[in-house]
């Protein structure tokens, strides 16, 4: 199997160049018609490169399905007042310990304010990547690798269920079933629509919810969809606090710190695919 061809821009400041599927013909043109003359002025100052590393001129003509590279110009964003904490490192991974309010990867209004591009500028670590995802509003344990070419053992983990994960959960609900129980249900997440919702058809989510005292929930999910563990707790009765998808969709202002959703991803274990050893990590953070 081939591998993929890294892209012709290296990482500058923790972040990895835009890639740009083209629709076909003049490269200045398309650029300046998708989004617009800052953009296309990269062309004019060189900043613009193919996926084999020439430089995009305002005469280059490349085909329906090409790529081309370039730095996007940043949001403003507001800062996340919360520090990630870095749990272990060695020379294969990293595990943080993410924050509320953090997104891990750069995703429409969130690029600098992320987990990964905070860790590489902190850790001066350029091809450092997840090898899974936490919601933004999400915390806890999160693991990341350090190099390219190990990042694909560590996702498969992910992909193929390997990871025991255990998370904890606040709820002031009441349970429509006697707990423990196990869920499982269909979970469909459409695009551009905010709320992942429940279909009858066959269950591809999965998730053991126990009650520990004290509004206080241990989830552990055994699959891995979008938003899971919310949907499946509001199915219950028990939707988590300060939730602002479920049951219902809450309007909350970018620069509004002070109701974190009540879920955090305790723990993780797995065999660490390089070194075969048993692996723990356990978030330092409570509810």
Known sequence: MSRARPAPLPVRDGLGPARVRLRGGAVLVELADRFGESVAAKVFDGGVLTAAGDVVTPATVLPPGAHVYLYRDLPQEVPVPFPITVRYRDDDIVVADKPHFLATMPRGRHVAETAVVRLRRELDLPELSPAHRLDRLTAGVLLFTTRREIRGRYQRLFAEGAVDKVYLARSAGHSAVELPTVVRSRIVKQRGRLQAFEEPGEPNAETL???????????????????????????????????????????????DFSRPLQLLAHSMRFDDPVTGESRRFVSEQTL
């Open 209 to 255: 919810v126990e009650y520990l005292g004290e509004d206080l929930y241990r989830l552990t999910p055994r699959t891995g969809r979008t938003h899971q563990l919310r949907v499946h707790m509001a199915a219950l009765g028990l939707p988590l606090r300060n939730d602002p998808l479920y049951p219902e969709i809450v309007d909350v202002a970018p620069d």
